[in-house]
């Protein structure tokens, strides 16, 4: 939501409604009333019509009274890049607050963070975003763990908190593109203004200044679980999916417009989507993707949330490889005599693409002048007739990209077939065989 002090700025909060989280689509009021979980008491309820994720910048009115259904978009979002800061060298550090991070099962959790964090930068969310955003990929400086007893922590205990982490002396090469990731214990509340994480506050990302005057930039999140902080994980609700997930979200936007609470002007924003706003809100705030599609597993096993990609036009973590135009030549031997009925010319190729086109470029000597019988036979067996013009003498290329070789997989052994049934002694003194076709590596989207 716009905050109404800094037109320009101020990141919207993550927020995934209680009632979004349990399956209501957003925009539209519960039919019935809102029945919370036994777990937990919800003490805030939607206003009609409205869920606390939509502001007036949202989706939602831009479709009108048509909620968007899982999966499907009310309108394309699109990543403007208004002129100001993006992060090319972005820094990680991982603030743990609480005394829950010096237990076992805290230990654990914070283990987990912490390779999360170390192996984010090489993933494939980081190909699309560092290729098509222009920013680093995300390096690793270290964890502090800030022990007390936390129940509560607002935007005055995070700033604390960076401070704190930021001069502790235990992490090193922090800068003006470090970002302190601060992590709550479960069930502490984080809070923003008058929302917080009882209610479906993920987390929010922002900066504050630092002693050299530097801005300090944090991401916070909140612990997800069923009753706090964003529980994408469903009804198996996983904590360390929840988390990795959320943090991919602020940092992802934490990289793309590391300004925008600061901002005062648009040119001082990053990446940002005029209606939808900063890249993790587009799938998840306004409800473009369902919770349980709008996330998927990294080469490192890792849960991060999918996120918008222009060129691709779709919510992706690795980037969609576009298909590749292969062109491969290959030659059938030569100065081939027929001198019996048939003739079977190999003619191989290497690498694999879906056939898009194929030139027959070949020299024939007919001294009857009747039409030749030629036939190609694809690697799969599929037989192409190949038609020859009724002339004593034929050279040149023949498209036979009509024929019904679109489609069918180059690599393997072709054969030209050349049938001469009265011996009239046709030769074939040439042939070779050009293929186009396109290479398509599948993108990695499965939740
Ligand atoms: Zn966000």
């Known amino acids: 939501m716009a905050d109404p002090v800094n037109p320009f700025g101020k990141a919207r909060s993550f927020i995934v409604s209680r009632e979004r989280q349990n399956g209501v689509p957003p925009g539209v009021a519960p039919a019935a009333p ?7 008491a919800l003490s805030w309820l939607v206003p009609a019509g409205k869920s606390i994720a939509l502001g007036a910048d949202s989706f939602d009115d831009r479709a009108g009274s048509s909620a968007p259904g899982p999966g499907r978009l009310p309108a394309m979002p699109h990543l403007t890049f208004m002129g100001g800061r993006i992060l090319d ?4 550090v991982n603030v743990f607050v609480g005394d829950y991070w010096n237990t076992d099962q805290g230990k654990g959790d914070a283990a987990h963070m912490n390779g999360f964090v170390n192996t984010l930068g090489a993933s494939g969310l980081y190909d699309m975003l560092s290729s098509e955003y222009n920013v680093g990929r995300p390096a690793y400086l270290g964890n502090v763990v800030i022990p007390g007893a936390v129940t509560k922590i607002g935007p005055d205990e995070i700033a604390a908190a960076v ?14 593109q470090t970002i302190y990731a601060i992590h709550l214990p479960p069930q502490a509340l984080l809070t923003d203004g008058t929302v917080d994480s009882s209610q479906g506050l993920g987390g ?50 934490a ?40 996330y998927a597993r990294n080469k490192d096993g890792y849960a991060v949330q999918i996120e918008w990609s222009n060129q691709d036009a779709r919510f992706e973590m690795d980037r969609a490889r576009p298909p590749k135009l292969l062109t491969q030549l ?53 037989s192409i007739p190949v038609p020859v013009p009724a002339v004593a003498n034929f050279s040149g290329p023949l498209d036979i990209t009509d024929r019904g070789v679109q489609g069918l997989s180059a690599k393997g052994t072709w054969f030209l077939s050349v049938v001469d049934p009265n011996n009239t002694g046709m030769i074939l003194s040439s042939v070779s065989m050009k293929v186009e076709g396109t290479s398509k590596e599948p993108a990695n989207e499965q939740p």
Do not use: C, M
């Open 34 to 40: 809102f029945v919370p979980a036994p777990v937990g």
């Open 89 to 92: 060298k972005p820094k990680v």
């Open 163 to 176: 401070k704190q982490a930021a001069t502790s002396g235990q992490v090193q090469g922090g800068d003006n």
């Open 204 to 253: 929010f990302h922002g900066s504050v200044p630092g002693a050299d005057g530097n801005p300090l930039l944090f991401s916070a999140i909140a612990y997800g679980d069923a009753t706090n902080g964003i529980n994408f994980s469903g009804r198996d609700v996983n904590s360390r999916d929840n988390n990795t997930i959320t943090l991919s979200h602020e940092l992802a936007e």
């Open 255 to 294: 990289i793309t417009d590391p300004d925008v609470a600061t901002a005062q002007s648009w040119d001082q924003i990053g990446y940002y989507d005029p209606l939808g706003g900063e890249i993790g809100d587009l799938a998840v705030n306004d409800g473009a993707v369902d919770l349980s599609e709008a």
């Open 330 to 382: 290959a030659s059938g031997p030569v100065g081939t005599k027929l001198s019996s009925t048939e003739a079977q010319l190999p003619i191989s190729f290497a690498k694999n693409a879906d056939v898009t086109k194929v030139l027959l470029n070949l020299s024939l000597i007919n001294p009857s002048g009747r039409a030749p019988q030629l036939r190609l036979t694809s690697p799969s067996g599929r």
